[in-house]
């Protein structure tokens, strides 16, 4: 059993570390305590990019990069369904950093620890998705690295890295807690994160949320819907504007809604602990394909997701907290939901996405790494692609999809 264990080697691309003293590290837009400390002298492990390129390359007199890639023994992935975990102690290798991805890999945690009696849980390389496993107790988080006498601790790696429909996610999403429940011998959802809403309350005005920033223009909510849904819902409760003044794009689309001063506006959470926090003390929510989107799983919190490029089927798995609507288009080169996650760059150097570039993906390989400033405030303000153009023109009947949707809640 423990050859098994360690008989696979980590695919995730993983560096080794070592600091001449003692050193401590927080990951911005977490909880504080999310920190972590290392001591001198010990081999680390790190799969943050952003950690090794802006604290680890800057500190050469502090940390001493090993050359070689490292890689770890771990469960190989043929292994994964019929190993039984019952009795020892898990480690899992996060591949991303993504807030949804996270959000659904708690979920599958939460369900194996239901089918195994396991001795302890731990994640490492969570990087900004820390304080999304800091919801559930029990699970030991390493959010920046991994030190080798913590790894000794643990009887199984597990490098989620191998998870075979993570490969072509740039252009077709996962449900990652349904994939990965069925790469674990089909274990059944966890029973402490219900598929169904939760109530809403009788006994007060409720509190509402519009949430309608995502990463991407291409599936940011025009600021037009935002405006119709505000204006909406405002009689079932009280509304507040949830933004991020952290993102480029957050700044741009305060600017370009102007709310009235009497509407309650969140620029920005502290953190992502702060985010889910916030989610939680809501009761009900309008979203955008997001990562809040995908927050709300974990609190059964009832309300309408607006989807464009994604497919809601998908996203949303079992769940059915959020009412589900896609934006109708079709087009030359695509239609909704034609899957696209990130926005693509042509020959010639323009960003966007097949729509608005007027290309079949084949000749659009190469996906917008880069912050492009310009770009952003040209598709989200200017020049939206085809499918969020068609959602701004029709932001008056998504208001009212989302006041019948609201309505429906309540006199169930």
């Known amino acids: 059993m423990a050859d098994l264990a360690r008989s696979g080697q980590t695919r995730t691309g993983l560096l080794a570390f070592r600091a001449a003293s003692q050193f401590r590290f927080h990951q911005p837009g977490t909880d504080r305590e999310t920190e972590q400390s290392g001591r001198g002298g010990e081999t680390c492990y790190t799969s943050l990019a952003q950690f090794s390129r802006n604290v680890l390359a800057r500190h050469p007199q502090q940390f001493r990069i090993e050359p070689a890639a490292a890689t770890l023994p771990c469960l190989p992935r043929a292994a994964w ?3 039984d975990f019952s009795g020892r102690r898990v480690l899992f290798l996060l591949p991303s950093q993504a807030l949804g991805s996270n959000v659904c890999t708690l979920l599958f945690l939460a369900a194996l620890r239901q089918r195994f009696r396991l001795r302890g849980l731990g994640v490492f390389c969570a990087g900004a998705a820390a304080d999304i496993y800091r919801t559930v ?6 959010t920046l690295w991994l030190p080798a006498r913590d790894l000794r601790r643990y009887d199984v790696v597990v490098d989620l890295g191998h998870l075979e429909s993570r490969r072509d996610i740039d252009i077709w999403p996962v449900d990652m807690e349904g994939e990965l429940l069925d790469a674990f011998g089909g274990l059944p959802p966890s029973s402490d994160h219900p598929a169904e809403p939760r109530p809403l309350p009788a006994d007060r005005p409720l509190r509402i949320a519009v949430m ?9 909510l025009p600021p037009a819907v935002t405006a119709a849904l505000i204006d909406a819902l405002k009689g079932h409760g009280a509304v507040s504007l949830c933004l991020n003044d952290n993102q480029h794009q957050g700044r741009l689309y305060r600017e370009a809604l102007d709310p009235p001063p009497e509407l309650p506006v969140i620029d920005a959470y502290p953190s992502v602990g702060g985010l889910l926090r916030g989610i939680r003390g809501f009761d009900y929510a309008v979203l955008a394909d997001s990562g809040p989107a995908h927050m ?3 609190f059964a919190l009832p309300g309408l997701a607006l989807y464009s490029s994604a497919p809601p089927s998908v996203l949303q798995g079992r769940f059915r907290n959020l009412t589900p609507w896609v934006v109708p288009f079709v087009g030359p080169h695509c239609a909704t939901p034609c899957g696209l996650a990130k926005l693509r760059i042509a020959a010639d150097g323009r960003v966007g996405c097949m729509g608005s570039l007027a290309l079949p993906l084949e000749q659009l ?24 153009a068609r959602m701004r023109d029709m932001a008056s009947d998504i208001a009212a999809i989302a006041e019948a949707d609201l309505s429906q809640r309540r006199s169930a």
């Open 81 to 83: 369904p019929t190993f």
């Open 137 to 142: 107790r029990g699970i030991e988080v390493f």
């Open 212 to 220: 309608p920033l995502s990463s991407t223009p291409m599936r940011t």
């Open 296 to 298: 709300t799983k974990l």
């Open 365 to 388: 390989p190469r996906t917008a790494q880069a912050a492009d400033p310009a770009a952003v405030e040209r598709l989200l303000l200017r020049e939206p692609i085809p499918c969020i």
